[in-house]
């Protein structure tokens, strides 16, 4: 009998989700004190890029602009996007799809299964995030709550299973890994430039709101909290997609 396609993905993947758990751990909240005091923080926080970001001089500022809109997504989407990408095109590119459905392994099974190991991967590293996150905040004293802190690593964790599910389903339609890839980090890209052009650029005004960073950052939760507003559109953009997967993978003829 085959062993839980969940539970396998995730056994299969333990070593480069340790890995990723290191380098997040490693993206670390530097002393905040010291680089206020040296008037590093300061510099520039009034410039376009730091507004976009929402970085400036105080400490939800800083978080979320070194921690949160910059380093913590790029990790994350980049862990999400891959595994997304190799839950079906992978496995057909090389060959091993067609084999793990000769078991009793339905087309809906293999996708719900491997978009739940997806969901548990980018929940693992969202703790991480959250604990370490936590730890660095006390140690340096800046004095944001381990509340707003999990209200915004709820976000970065629904952005990153969306942009994962985005890679599932064009796995699911293509069956193609590097175009799957490609779809999915140009759907990221294009998110974030509109979140952070949007703003700027007149001809793009309005265009940030649509954007999931805006979803994910755009009601403050490191210094408001959960926004359940901005929290249910990214938590319905993942159903759809593995929705779509679904149906994808039911109709088509998988390359053998």
Do not use: C
């Not at 969901?119 to 004293?141: C, E, H, R």
């Not at 509340?147 to 709820?154: E, S």
């Not at 709101?209 to 994910?216: E, K, M, Q, V």
């Not at 319905?236 to 088509?252: F, T």
């Amino acid at each position: 009998m085959l062993p839980s396609v969940l539970v396998k993905t995730l056994w299969d993947q333990r070593r480069s989700l340790g890995w990723w758990s290191l380098g997040l751990v490693a993206v670390y909240v530097l002393p905040y004190r010291q680089y206020l005091a040296s008037g590093v923080v300061n510099n520039n926080t009034d410039s376009a890029l730091y507004e976009a970001l929402g970085y400036d001089a105080t400490p939800p500022g800083y978080l979320q602009g070194t921690v949160f809109a910059l380093l913590g997504p790029l990790l994350v989407l980049m862990m999400a996007v891959s595994t997304g990408t190799r839950a079906v095109a992978g496995d057909e590119e090389a060959g091993t799809l067609d084999l793990l459905l000769a078991h009793p392994v339905s087309r809906t099974r293999l996708v719900l299964e491997r978009f739940g190991a997806l969901a548990a991967a980018v929940a693992w590293l969202g703790l991480v995030i959250w604990a370490a996150t936590v730890a660095a905040v006390a140690a340096a004293d800046l004095g944001v709550g381990a509340g707003r802190i999990a209200a915004a690593t709820a976000g970065l964790v629904l952005l990153a299973l969306d942009f994962g599910s985005v890679a599932l389903a064009a796995g699911a339609l293509s069956g193609r890994r590097g175009l799957t890839l490609g779809v999915a980090a140009a759907a990221a890209l294009a998110a974030y430039l509109a979140w952070t052009l949007g703003p700027q650029v007149q001809v793009l005004a309005g265009i940030d709101r649509w954007s999931p960073f805006s979803w994910y950052l755009g009601g403050d939760p490191l210094r408001r909290g959960l926004d359940h507003g901005h929290l249910a559109l990214l938590a319905a953009v993942s159903p759809v997609m593995g929705g779509l997967a679904l149906w994808s993978l039911n109709r088509r003829d998988i390359t053998v």
